[in-house]
Nanobody, 116 residues
Framework: VQVVESGGGLVQSGGSLRLSCDAS????????MSWVRQAPGKGLEWVSS????????YYADSVKGRFTISRDNARTTMTLHLNSLKPEDTALYYC??????????WGQGTQVTVSS
């Protein structure tokens, strides 16, 4: 099982980014997938999840209305569009495979830095 994030970078406040997660080694369409972030000096924060068929999405209140999650089961990829970015969105963003009691596989993360 492998999940690999990409797309992070440095952006000004109010800007946008698109993060991607490429998955392999498992039946992607059978699993909910999620994004989790960790800001400097803070704990892990769940950001968003998407159901197996991509028809239902869930968002943390802190990103609702600004971030959009999607998936392409044929390409085994997941995407997170980050809009109206704020300095408090600065974090290492992880792609994670979701299981009933949490997350079992994570990527190495991709850094998002938002300057004020």
């Amino acid at each position: 099982v492998q999940v690999v994030e990409s797309g992070g970078g440095l952006v000004q406040s109010g800007g946008s980014l698109r993060l991607s997660c490429d998955a392999s080694g498992f039946t992607f369409s059978h699993y909910y997938m999620s994004w989790v972030r960790q800001a400097p000096g803070k704990g892990l924060e769940w950001v968003s999840s998407i159901k197996t068929d991509g028809g239902t999405m869930y968002y943390a209140d802190s990103v609702k209305g600004r971030f959009t999650i999607s998936r392409d089961n044929a390409r085994t990829t997941m995407t997170l569009h980050l809009n109206s970015l704020k300095p408090e969105d600065t974090a290492l963003y992880y792609c994670a495979r979701e299981i009933f009691w949490g997350f079992d596989y994570w990527g190495q993360g991709t850094q998002v830095t938002v300057s004020s």
